[in-house]
């Protein structure tokens, strides 16, 4: 988009001029509204904010959410609340979800969000599958007339609401029907219903505008504008200070001190824990003994310490401390013991040379590989010294995802750092320990696999933890990954935002301080 990317260097000094001042407030309002917010990022760029075109990752599917609603979303308690869907009501037999549209929603077209709209959206997806919305649990979708849709479930599936209803976005049947790829959108093919338009994208500078729609069913939005700004955290330090920019989407810990002092400071669990994969699938990792040793020898709250600056939490279980799916700690049995961490590896035949070094049962040296992405450089270089100081010989090896990934399917590694997100509902740890992405753990113990199915078809909360509970139990003992720490996640503004994390995140779990409710409202 060459057009695009010459208005944003004419338009830029501007919107940072007025990025402090609020919009005349002539009309009497509880909330007084606002000309533009900016808000600075580091990354920049998460792709063409279309459902099929956005970048992976939370950031991108974001961005999208500001202009493609969803049926259901999450407020500021992370309680599910009204979207396109003003009601919903699910059977006894929990297998028939029906929901009641909205009768004032429009696209931004102007055309009435309908039912078709709803049909259509589902029947897209199967045609071109989504890598964020397993449909498999769907058996029918249809609609019942009056602004009224069914959807029929083939099995019990309980995160249906919240992880699909909560997450796809709806799409304008009236455009995506002419749309044989979706990958090849158009900005003038950029409809949606949501609170915010797509006024301009800038990909080389990571530069986006998104203008309210003030035709938007909860009202027009308060944040008249939104400009989202690549900059580095130390610049937008500076910028904030001087009202150059409102928000800093993510803030790293040591910088935190310095910005409370002059602005609102918000912090909260990622959800995003840090774990070391084993290459489980041939020797010598396949021996749940040795993955128990080398977990024995890693100091977690000294790596929380040095890379996090101690902001987060050692990983007790799978799932963040305090979440309503964790009521144990089946990671504590790895307690931090070198001392124990080397006789279990003397055990099993790697025993220390004159010079400290390893030497497995056939006297060579022990040498591995870590495999991490860039964003994980900096907890690998500090896991790889831990291990060294048990002895072993480790390679930090660092490369792109889609590399590492590729790896990861073809078992192609000895040891890498992954992080995927373990909040929304508990249907991920069935996906992230047995599915088959590029960053699974890849690992299918049988009774681990049916208690992992067992839960995703379980509605009651206390028989669904007792589940996870004996699962989480099993993958303590087998260790496919052993979970290290989940960071804290901060974020900052001035006075005139109020950034919140949502609880358990939104859509699929996605804890990130920019839910749309937040400029809305």
Known sequence: MPRLRLLFPLLLAGWLACAGASASTQQPSPAPRIERCTI??????FGLPTPYTHASGGMGYTLTSLIFDTLVWRDASGKLVPGLASAWRESADHRTIDFTLRSDARWHDGKSVTAADVVFTFAYLRQHPHPLFDLGAIDGVDDLGKGRVRVRLKRVYAPFVAQLAGSVPILPQHVYARLDDPQHVKQADIVGS???????YDKAAGRYLFTANEAYYLGPPRVRSLLFLRMQPSLAVGALKRGQVDMIRSLPAPLAAEVTRFATVVSAPSGHPVRL????????????RLRQAIARGIDRQELLRVVENGQGEVSAGRFVRG?????????DAYAYDPAAARRMLAE?????????RLRDSGGKPWVLE?????????PASQLAGQLEKLGMEVNVRIMDGGILGARMVAADFDLALVSQGSNGDPESMLRQTAGNGAFSDAFRRADLLELLQQQVGTVDVAKRRALLDRAQAIYAEELPAFFLYSPQWITAANARLRPWFTPGGIAVGISL????LMFVQ
């Open 40 to 45: 600075a990022d580091e990354q920049g760029d």
């Open 194 to 200: 949501g609170p915010y338009r797509l006024g301009a």
């Open 277 to 288: 994969r084993f290459n489980h699938a041939r020797p010598p990792f396949d021996d749940k």
């Open 323 to 331: 979440s309503i799916w964790q009521s144990g700690a089946p990671f």
């Open 348 to 356: 099993l035949g790697y025993r220390a040379a004159p010079d400290g």
């Open 370 to 378: 870590l495999a991490a992405t860039r964003s994980l450089a900096r």
């Open 513 to 516: 301080p920019l839910n749309k």
